[in-house]
T-cell receptor
Framework: QKEVEQNSGPLSVPEGAIASLNCTYS??????FFWYRQYSGKSPELIMF????GDKEDGRFTAQLNKASQYVSLLIRDSQPSDSATYLC????????????FGQGTTLQVKP | EAGVVQSPRYKIIEKKQPVAFWCNPI?????LYWYRQNLGQGPELLIR????????DSQLPKDRFSAERLKGVDSTLKIQPAELGDSAVYLC????????????FGPGTRLTVT
């Protein structure tokens, strides 16, 4: 079992729709959770982080965390073609030392 | 505020040759990371520095990889000798502890070993 798992996709949504990206993790003691966006040929860009159960909203992005289910998700409202990218989920382990463990990423395609 | 700077951006070398990558973190960030990202995968940590000290190098292949962070600012990652399997993007990131480790990445160095 991988430490952080994501569906590689591609996930295809029409412009204006809500895109839902999911991630599960194996270390029950994990403390901080991050979402990065990576355009093709570019480096990862931090979108959001969350460390408490529940929802955290930032503009069109909402991160959701459920530690009991070991599940974190990212919702993108009013998806735009410019949101087309690979979205990486990253988790710090229970030691919370700053080491990020990344999933393989989910490719999102937003079609005009 | 300037971001993380890396050089070179691209490097093509023949196997068995040495190669070095340089990173300058965001000003004031005391934690520096080197990651390797293979195609279609997420980044994997190679080494983490807190100031000058390498506090996590468990994933660094020490037989051929070395790193240093002199004076707790710039860092260099070296591979000697390079192998075909080292072809990847090498990413440097930095962070400042603010209750979480928000890490910011540089543009990366794309290494091709032929």
């Amino acid at each position: 079992q991988k430490e952080v798992e994501q569906n590689s996709g591609p996930l295809s949504v029409p412009e204006g729709a809500i895109a839902s990206l999911n991630c599960t993790y194996s270390d029950r003691g994990s403390q901080s959770f991050f979402w990065y966006r990576q355009y093709s040929g570019k480096s990862p860009e931090l979108i959001m982080f969350i460390y408490s159960n529940g929802d955290k909203e930032d503009g069109r992005f909402t991160a959701q965390l459920n530690k009991a289910s070991q599940y974190v998700s990212l919702l993108i409202r009013d998806s735009q073609p410019s949101d087309s990218a690979t979205y990486l989920c990253a988790v710090t382990g229970s030691s919370n030392t700053g080491k990020l463990i990344f999933g393989q990423g989910t490719t999102l395609q937003v079609k005009p | 505020e300037a971001g993380v700077v890396q050089s070179p951006r691209y490097k093509i070398i023949e196997k068995k040759q040495p190669v070095a990558f340089w990173c300058n973190p965001i000003s004031g960030h005391n934690t520096l990371y080197w990651y390797r990202q293979n195609l279609g995968q997420g980044p994997e940590l190679l080494i983490r520095y807190e100031n000058e000290e390498a506090v996590d190098d468990s994933q660094l292949p020490k037989d051929r990889f070395s790193a240093e962070r002199l004076k707790g600012v710039d860092s260099t990652l070296k591979i000697q000798p390079a192998e075909l399997g080292d072809s990847a993007v090498y990413l440097c990131a930095s962070s400042l502890w603010t209750g979480t480790y928000e890490q910011y990445f540089g543009p990366g160095t794309r290494l091709t070993v032929t």
